[in-house]
């Protein structure tokens, strides 16, 4: 059974940074590809950023290009998001998801997802 784990979310003062981090578990991930979405009050869950499992390739949405990296380690089955100059638009409850790859990395559908850790940038 496939486990996804986050933690890392809280409150931080806009230009400031966080680091979540999401523990996978429950099978091998080499044709996986790993996301984070996020989803404010009110608005739809979005995709913010993915990367390859197997190949460390990554997608980034426009609106967190340059600010947020998204990395993995394949030995301790984690994922991470590191997210800098943080702005009070960043403010949601972020998840990390798992899905079969695909050949365009931002299609990707997600089968399992996380509980989600709240992430709120105060201005």
């Known amino acids: 059974q496939v486990q996804l784990v986050e933690s890392g979310g809280g409150l931080v003062q806009a230009g400031g940074s966080l680091r979540l981090s999401c523990a996978a578990s429950?099978?091998?991930?080499?044709?996986?590809?790993m996301g984070w979405f996020r989803q404010a009050p009110g608005k739809e869950r979005d995709l913010v950023t993915a990367?390859?499992?197997?190949?460390?390739?990554?997608y980034a949405a426009d609106s967190v290009k340059g600010r947020f990296t998204i990395s993995r380690d394949i030995v301790k089955n984690m994922v991470y998001l590191q997210m800098n100059s943080l702005k009070p638009e960043d403010t949601a409850v972020y998840y990390c998801?798992?899905?079969?790859?695909?050949?365009?990395?931002?299609?990707?559908?997600?089968?399992?997802w996380g509980q989600g850790t709240q992430v709120t940038v105060s201005s």
């Open positions: 998801a798992a899905g079969r790859d695909s050949y365009v990395l931002r299609l990707v559908e997600y089968d399992y």
């Open positions: 429950g099978r091998t991930f080499s044709s996986y590809a």
């Open positions: 990367i390859r499992w197997a190949t460390g390739t990554t």
